[in-house]
T-cell receptor
């Protein structure tokens, strides 16, 4: 079955602009999580959505936001871009509650959207 | 809070050498532990997992044992191949009160492994 699909794969923005990234989870997966990956900070959790509700949120400023649609697809938005927002943004999907997964916490990652802020 | 500490890299080995990548964690309660691998140009993939103390996770010749007494989850492989060259991440997630874990993982910094022929 198809994996997690993220679009766009690459994008370049300038400071002050905003960006929207999209993620289509694996069919049947209802939970979507977002991570930021940078050489300095590594992988950091942004937020998680399930049934269109944000369930967890990491320690990022309010410029970072997300949402999930009824078909489980998710978008994340970063407003007023800063140079430090340059990163690989990874989306991951999982089955989510209420049915416990066979392997709790097992995530399926997309290839990421690489954002460069100039 | 939760944290994961991995050995500093990069690690460079010759083919067929023995691999160990150390991972220790700090967490309250009973976390589940994972090793994820990221091949060049790809997203992360789950390599192996362990959900309770003394569990041994294994996959593709890699093994890791959940050691609660030393709060460790070291990754080992007896004979590495060139195709094992990748970045390896140790991670944990806490079970919530209902026993299920959601999508919030705490990752270590990652260890770059390069295997030469």
């Amino acid at each position: 079955k198809a994996g997690v699909t993220q679009t766009p794969r690459y994008l370049i923005k300038t400071r002050g602009q905003q960006v929207t990234l999209s993620c289509s989870p694996i069919s049947g997966h209802r939970s979507v999580s977002w991570y930021q990956q940078t050489p300095g900070q590594g992988l950091q959790f942004l937020f998680e959505y399930f049934s269109e509700t944000q369930r967890n949120k990491g320690n990022f400023p309010g410029r970072f936001s997300g949402r999930q649609f009824s078909n489980s697809r998710s978008e994340m938005n970063v407003s007023t871009l800063e140079l430090g927002d340059s990163a690989l943004y990874l989306c991951a999907s999982s089955l989510g509650p209420p049915r416990p997964q066979l392997v709790t916490g097992e995530l399926f990652f997309g290839e990421g959207s690489r954002l460069t802020v100039l | 809070g939760n944290s994961v500490t991995q050995m500093e890299g990069p690690v460079t080995l010759s083919e067929e050498a023995f691999l160990t990548i150390n991972c220790t964690y700090t967490a309250t309660g009973y976390p589940s532990l994972f090793w994820y691998v990221q091949y060049p140009g790809e997203g992360l993939q789950l390599l192996l997992k362990a959900t309770k103390a003394d569990d041994k996770g294994s996959n593709k010749g890699f093994e890791a044992t959940y050691r609660k007494e030393t709060t460790s989850f070291h990754l080992e492989k007896g004979s590495v191949q060139v195709s094992d060259s990748a970045v390896y991440f140790c991670a944990l997630t806490r079970r919530n009160a209902g026993g299920t874990s959601y999508g919030k993982l705490t990752f270590g910094q990652g260890t770059i492994l390069t295997v030469h022929p």
